[in-house]
């Protein structure tokens, strides 16, 4: 005896339909059903062959159409043939539509388009995690963007800011008596970008973050001779990198992060 077959017919991949097939397929103790994938339809003979080919079998069809003129012209057509057909998304679009009076797109394959957009902010995420603070030198060749500055500049605030826009970012500090890993000197300049803050400013940054901490704002973190010290050694490292930098002294990370979106159209 053949085995019972489901079809699966769908303007886009069709994986909603086959999941659905599937969950109503693990109901019967006879699970051992064919699903038959149709994806990607774009005119309606093919719709019809598919309803011709399903009646050949004794199949039912199970659907997601987002074209209302495909849904209509399968229904119709199954009806004809005597071919059980289930619209599966239709009537939830439509019941959407009336309630809260928005048109739908109608547009194939958006839910891949926001599936592909999420999964490339969590990689880019993870990448800021993995490449943060100069972990990893390793992944100033990788990323997007390399995000330059001494302590207390905003780059990870900054590097998971731009995560959320899919764009890898590594982050390296710059301290006088650690030599710059020597990746940064060979990447393309153009992806670097020197984050710059006056010396008063970091000083009450750096003197904030002790007491914070419960330390005391005299230590050697926060001592404008040592500040300028690394902001002076900042600088040539910048220089001889001849990246972009941007002045962070009075700036928001959102406002910061829009800077460095601009610098990237412009690239």
């Given at each position: 005896?053949?085995?019972?077959?489901?079809?699966?017919?769908?303007?886009?991949?069709?994986?909603?339909?086959?999941?659905?097939?599937?969950?109503?397929?693990?109901?019967?103790?006879?699970?051992?059903?064919e699903?038959?994938?149709?994806?990607?339809?774009?005119?309606k003979?093919?719709?019809?062959?598919?309803?011709?080919?399903?009646?050949?079998?004794?199949?039912?069809?199970?659907?997601?159409?987002v074209?209302?003129?495909?849904?209509?012209y399968?229904?119709?057509?199954?009806?004809?043939?005597?071919?059980?057909?289930?619209?599966?998304?239709g009537?939830?679009?439509?019941?959407?539509e009336?309630?809260?009076?928005?048109e739908?797109?109608?547009?194939?394959?958006?839910?891949?388009?926001?599936?592909e957009?999420?999964?490339?902010?969590?990689?880019?995420?993870?990448?800021?995690?993995?490449?943060?603070?100069?972990?990893?030198?390793?992944?100033?060749?990788?990323?997007?963007?390399?995000?330059?500055?001494?302590?207390?500049?905003?780059?990870?605030?900054?590097?998971?800011?731009?995560?959320?826009k899919?764009?890898?970012?590594?982050?390296?500090?710059?301290?006088?008596?650690?030599?710059?890993?020597e990746?940064?000197?060979?990447?393309?300049?153009?992806?670097c970008?020197?984050?710059?803050?006056?010396?008063?400013?970091?000083?009450?940054?750096?003197?904030?973050?002790?007491?914070?901490?419960?330390?005391?704002?005299?230590?050697?973190?926060?001592?404008?001779?040592?500040?300028?010290q690394?902001?002076?050694?900042?600088?040539?490292?910048?220089?001889?990198?001849?990246?972009?930098?941007?002045?962070?002294?009075n700036?928001?990370?959102e406002?910061?992060?829009?800077?460095?979106l601009?610098?990237?159209?412009?690239?």
């Amino acid at each position: 005896m053949e085995k019972p077959i489901v079809y699966v017919v769908s303007d886009s991949v069709g994986e909603t339909a086959e999941l659905v097939a599937k969950a109503s397929i693990s109901q019967f103790n006879n699970s051992h059903f064919e699903i038959q994938r149709i994806p990607y339809i774009e005119d309606k003979q093919t719709l019809k062959d598919a309803v011709l080919q399903a009646k050949e079998k004794g199949a039912l069809i199970g659907f997601t159409l987002v074209k209302r003129d495909f849904r209509q012209y399968l229904l119709e057509v199954a009806k004809e043939h005597d071919v059980p057909a289930i619209d599966i998304i239709g009537p939830m679009i439509d019941e959407m539509e009336k309630l809260y009076k928005t048109e739908p797109k109608l547009e194939p394959g958006l839910v891949h388009k926001l599936d592909e957009d999420y999964f490339k902010r969590v990689e880019a995420i993870e990448f800021a995690v993995k490449y943060d603070d100069g972990r990893d030198p390793r992944g100033i060749l990788k990323a997007d963007i390399v995000l330059i500055g001494v302590s207390r500049t905003s780059k990870t605030p900054l590097s998971q800011y731009l995560a959320h826009k899919r764009l890898k970012v590594a982050n390296v500090p710059i301290v006088p008596e650690v030599d710059p890993p020597e990746e940064l000197f060979t990447v393309d300049p153009a992806k670097c970008i020197g984050l710059e803050i006056t010396a008063e400013k970091l000083n009450d940054i750096r003197k904030e973050r002790l007491k914070a901490l419960g330390l005391d704002d005299q230590a050697t973190y926060a001592n404008m001779k040592r500040i300028e010290q690394e902001l002076s050694h900042f600088e040539q490292v910048v220089d001889r990198i001849n990246c972009k930098v941007i002045d962070v002294s009075n700036k928001a990370v959102e406002e910061t992060a829009n800077t460095i979106l601009h610098l990237i159209k412009q690239r």
